[in-house]
């Protein structure tokens, strides 16, 4: 069964301290990994997409790292800010023939970010 | 629009009674998909359409839920009957992609909040 599991449930850090969150999959076969974060009462917004042959990807202070072998990916977040604070959903795409690539979300990892 | 448009954004509904939430995807966008967000977890896929053809309703809970997109815009999700456990927030997401592939973005919009009591 295609299942995306991430971790810690949740996590509490200092402004400014850095975080690293976890994302292993079983999606198969795979076609792209996204992180997306989801701000309480808010839509999911896209912070970064990862194909196959990609290994690493940033968008500011947002690196994600992709190992396609071991099926895990990770999100870093430096310098962390309290707007930051939010759940953070790792989502992968399953490629399926003649059809949609149909994507499975994780759980999300809830983050709070603390003066 | 300049994003995805949901409406209500909060609806309280009497067990048993029947609900529609509309979704105005951004102008343009081919492919649009529903999800129900239960509190604390990922979205759950509920159905799919490209254009105005549903392509894959599977993750439909039960034969209650019914969605459609008749003129390949606005999307409207109904859900008659409604049950307790059918409180969530539902999502509508769109992309600009045809089917076949989805590496490009897909916006969300900031969902309708059911609670049926």
Known sequence: KNQVEQSPQSLIILEGKNCTLQCNYTVSPF?????YKQDTG????????MTFSENT?????????LDADTKQSSLHITASQLSDSASYICVVSARRNGGYNK??????TRLAVHP | GAGVSQSPRYKVAK?????????????GHVSLFWYQQALGQGPEFL????????LDKS?????????????GSVS????????QEDSAVYLCASSPLNVGTMSGELFFGEGSRLTVL
């Open chain 1, 31 to 35: 076609s792209n990994l996204r992180w």
């Open chain 1, 42 to 49: 808010r839509g999911p917004v896209s912070l970064t997409i």
């Open chain 1, 57 to 65: 990807k940033s968008n500011g202070r947002y690196t994600a790292t």
């Open chain 1, 103 to 108: 994507l499975i979300f994780g759980a999300g």
């Open chain 2, 15 to 27: 067990r048993g009674q029947d609900v529609a939430l509309r979704c105005d995807p951004i102008s």
């Open chain 2, 47 to 54: 159905t799919y359409f490209q254009n105005e053809a549903q």
């Open chain 2, 59 to 71: 993750g439909l809970p039960s034969d209650r839920f019914f969605a459609e997109r008749p003129e």
């Open chain 2, 76 to 83: 409207t999700l109904k859900i008659q009957r409604t049950q």
